[in-house]
């Protein structure tokens, strides 16, 4: 499995990171909002689960998982 992120569409609603924070993360860009930051990107089978649930749940539609 493989994840990745539309930075640009980004908005860091940081559900992502409440759905598995072993693979998410939220920061401050320079710019001055919030942008997720994929810590694992190609996270180990036991979180699918939960990487998809963040997925489905992004309010910006940005996290595809690829297998």
């Given at each position: 499995m493989k994840v990745k992120v539309d930075l640009d569409?980004?908005?860091g609603h940081s559900v992502c990171l409440a759905e598995c924070p072993e693979v998410?993360?939220?920061?401050?860009t320079e710019?001055?909002?919030p942008q997720v930051v994929?810590?694992?990107?190609?996270?180990p089978e036991e979180l699918r689960q939960r990487v998809e649930t963040a997925a489905t749940f992004?309010?910006?539609?940005?996290i595809t998982v690829e297998d």
């Open positions: 569409l980004c908005q998410f993360n939220v920061v401050e710019e001055g909002y994929v810590l694992i990107e190609e996270p992004c309010p910006n539609r940005v």
